[in-house]
């Protein structure tokens, strides 16, 4: 089987100044449509996939993207890893704006979202096993990348995964931090559980575009986030570029 790393790319990551698309493809599947086109391409000559999580035109929002139809629709068009790009809020003292992490562990509070396959339609009913929910070799990966780059990322995390597409109160961070969550993002789930019920090896690339809320003096301004994103998304690129060759190369079976 050959490789094929797809990467599902969250806020500011509509596309990638090098990645050559050969097509866009419009896949229909049992869960509904997905986010957008499904990029067909190849990066540094590695055959990807590439989608935006939000649409093409940043449109939908987190508790709305059919999280399910879009791995699915990768599945179909024969992704074989995921790599995910997500911008969170930092929460842990080492998660400073700017700052990337590649999460370990995930606490979801998110609700009401289209969030297993397994929802009594399908004939069989899995229980995926799910102690460590990203798949550890990809994360490394990502480390490596990172590293190869002359980036350094913070290499373990809790990710909470919120509702959105509020912002949260200082009181749900206080929270969220007494629960051990190092960073928090709206799209974290149930993308990797829906990963791990399709079997894919899937890993996170999160980048801190503010602090959360209550973790520094005064509101959140969209304008210091909007910054972050046009500063730190070449690096993402360069990051996610390196980590699908290193994918290509070491990931033969898997
Ligand atoms: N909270 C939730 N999601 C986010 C944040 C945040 O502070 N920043 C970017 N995505």
Redesign the pocket.
């Known amino acids: 089987m050959s490789i094929k790393p797809a990467i599902i790319a969250g806020?500011g990551l509509l596309s990638m100044p090098n990645l050559v698309i050969d097509e866009a493809l419009l896949v229909n599947t049992q869960w509904g449509q997905p986010s957008g086109p499904v990029y067909k391409g190849r990066l540094q000559g590695v055959d990807v996939l590439f989608m935006a999580r939000h649409g093409d035109a940043h449109t939908i929002p987190p508790h709305k993207v059919n999280y399910r139809a879009n791995i699915g629709a990768l599945k179909k068009e024969g992704a074989t890893h995921v790599l995910a790009y997500n911008?969170?809020?930092g929460i842990g003292a080492d998660c400073e704006t700017g700052k990337f992490v590649v999460a370990d562990q995930i606490i979801d509070y998110t609700w009401g979202r289209e969030h297993t396959y397994y929802d009594g339609t399908e004939e069989d009913l899995e229980h995926i096993e799910f102690t460590s929910p990203y798949n550890e070799a990809l994360r490394q990966v990502l480390i490596s990348a990172a590293a190869s780059a002359g980036v350094t990322v913070v290499n373990q995390g809790v990710y909470g995964a919120?509702q959105?597409p509020r912002?949260?109160s200082g009181a749900e961070i206080k929270r969220m931090e007494r629960d051990g969550c190092d960073i928090?993002?709206?799209t974290g789930m149930p993308e990797v559980a829906l990963a791990r019920e399709k079997t894919l090896p899937y890993a996170s690339l999160s980048l801190v575009?503010?602090a959360?809320?209550g973790k520094t003096s005064g509101p959140?301004a969209m304008a210091d986030?909007e910054q972050i994103l046009a500063e730190r998304i070449p690096v993402v690129c360069d990051i996610l570029s390196r980590a699908c060759v290193l994918v290509s190369k070491q990931m033969h079976v898997n």
């Open positions: 806020s911008a969170v809020g919120t959105g912002l949260e928090v993002g709206m575009v503010n959360a809320a959140i986030i």
